[in-house]
């Protein structure tokens, strides 16, 4: 079992930054991908960002790319989302997500075993 806690989230001016925390614990999370998802009111949860844990490399949706940055922290198994220059529709429950293995397809949910709480992320214009 793999437990997930987010944290980091908040209300936020439109061109401000947050960074989320993922706080893992249970098994070890080595050979595994982690993502964010987010989901606005009324809308499906979506892809925002992943990153295999051994190896580094990152995924993210074409709409945060330039703004969002995706890392972890293998001392303290942490994983991260930096967020700059929020905007409205950034505005959602982000969530952190866990998958056994290595993934081509780390946008689609049903790669993700273990999924956290959510926290929420309000951009005020």
């Known amino acids: 079992q793999v437990q997930l806690v987010e944290s980091g989230g908040g209300l936020v001016q439109a061109g401000g930054s947050l960074r989320l925390s993922c706080a893992v614990s249970?098994?070890?999370?080595?050979?595994?991908?982690m993502g964010w998802f987010r989901q606005a009111p009324g809308k499906e949860r979506e892809f925002v960002a992943a990153?295999?844990?051994?190896?580094?490399?990152?995924y993210y949706v074409d709409s945060v790319k330039g703004r969002f940055t995706i890392s972890r922290n293998n001392a303290q198994n942490t994983l991260y989302l930096q967020m700059n220059s929020l905007i409205s529709k950034d505005t959602a429950v982000y969530y952190c997500?866990?998958?056994?293995?290595?993934?081509?397809?780390?946008?689609?949910?049903?790669?993700?075993?273990?999924w956290g709480q959510g926290t929420q992320v309000t951009v005020s214009s």
């Open positions: 249970g098994r070890t999370v080595r050979r595994y991908t």
């Open positions: 990153i295999n844990w051994s190896s580094g490399l990152t």
């Open positions: 997500a866990a998958g056994e293995g290595r993934t081509a397809t780390p946008d689609r949910r049903v790669q993700y075993d273990y």
